[in-house]
């Protein structure tokens, strides 16, 4: 890489820290400029996600205040985005590079759709429950273990806007709060982005230099994403989300029938 190009992927890295930290999607920034420095598309995905696996920790630890009371509900949905992850990370090195692209920007419209109507289906389901007299299942039951374990498959594959589909499918079948939600959130994808760089380590290819550039970037961005998302009002957290993933959308398509 020229001086230039190391001074790109780490600018990249630290604006993906930091969207990553408060929605996700930082991939949409890191992989089109790793592609630019001449890196393989497979490769670019591998260093990629070695890479951000510092800077969704440093989220993840920015947003320790709103995980207090939280550590079943972790301990159960992360085992759940583990699995998932290795899983995606396998599914890189056998799939041919396209095998996602054409559902992805299908899966994201639908999550943002998700969040935009958020409120209304989780008052909606809650006075369903008080119909019904059952109390809310604290990890949201079976529905978002099979939707977190999908949407961590496609994370540990790729990882683009795999934070919002996270908190579409926890904000819609959780009965709390979105700073907490978005907390949660944070520590699913540092465990996915951590299994799928374990297992690159081993058995892919990737560039050491992409790598340290986007490691030291994202973890400020980390920090930098975590002040300020937990100053964000739920309704401005919630549209940050919608803008960020409706661009997700836009470049995905491009990428795919540009």
Known sequence: ????????????????????????????????????????????TVSNALGLVPGSISGAIGYRAELKGQRRRVIRLGTVAAIGGITGAALLLTLPPTAFETIVPVLVALALVLVILQPRLAKAVQRRREAKGTP????????????????????GYFTAAQGVLYVSLMGTLLDDTMQRINAVKNVLAAVVNTIAALFFLFVAEFDWTAVLLIAVGSTIGGQLGAKIGRRLPPAVLRWTIVAVGTAAIVQLLLRRYG
Request: overall charge negative; charged content about 5%; aromatic content about 6%.
């Open 136 to 155: 809310a299942h604290p990890d949201g039951g079976p529905v978002l273990i099979g939707g977190l374990l999908l949407s961590s498959v496609y994370g």
């Open 1 to 44: 890489m020229t001086i230039w190009e190391m001074l790109a992927v780490f600018a990249a890295g630290i604006s993906a820290g930091t969207i990553n930290t408060i929605v996700g999607s930082g991939t949409l920034i890191t992989f089109p400029v790793l592609l630019l420095t001449g890196l393989p598309p497979v490769t670019a």
